[in-house]
């Protein structure tokens, strides 16, 4: 019973997460920037259709530039 009234006395208190670095440090948070998203190779089909568009475009401006 003494840790239900020590609780009770003082409330608990939950402490934040750590302030160091986290190890992933540069970790692509953004779904559009993975790889297998831009190439669709996860197997969305929407993924895919995205990833032929972006590929058409590419070979548009590299054509351009010549």
Known sequence: MDDFDQILESGIVF???PKG???GGGKVKTKAKK?????GAHGSGSARQ?????EQRANRRSQRKK
């Open 15 to 17: 402490s934040g997460a």
């Open 35 to 39: 790889k297998q998203y831009i190439t």
């Open 21 to 23: 670095g986290q190890p």
């Open 50 to 54: 995205k990833a032929k568009y972006r």
